[in-house]
């Protein structure tokens, strides 16, 4: 019922920039968080932002100052824009928003992924 659905990934040279969009569509009332994770080849699944429901946002050490989440809560969609993108940050990335289930628990529920391409 609930469905995340991914845009904007692709092919860049090196510091070029990229904007990916998230759209949530089901029954949602309210979300705790919004954000976008990662994962190469090999590695674990590791989060590059978040924002709360309050607006308060959270990055990855290794992206601060080079890539910006936002919303439109109107709209149900997360955006990240990514700029100074580098080789490693390529990766698959995944939209991922944690909503109020049952008990106060928060659920996650993730997006299928979309490739991100850095060349040297």
Known sequence: QVQLVESGGGLVHA???????CVISGNIFGFYTMGWFRQAPGNQ???VA??????STNYA???????????????????????SL???????????????????????YWGQGTQVTVSS
């Open 45 to 47: 699944r590791e989060l």
């Open 50 to 55: 978040q924002i709360s429901n309050g607006g």
């Open 86 to 108: 580098k080789p490693e940050d390529t990766a698959v990335y995944y939209c991922n928003a944690k909503l109020p289930g049952d008990f106060g628990r928060g659920l996650d």
């Open 15 to 21: 510091g070029g920039s990229l904007g990916l969009s």
């Open 61 to 83: 050490d290794s992206v601060k100052g080079r890539f910006t989440i936002s919303r439109d809560s109107a709209k149900n969609t997360v955006y990240l824009r990514m700029n």
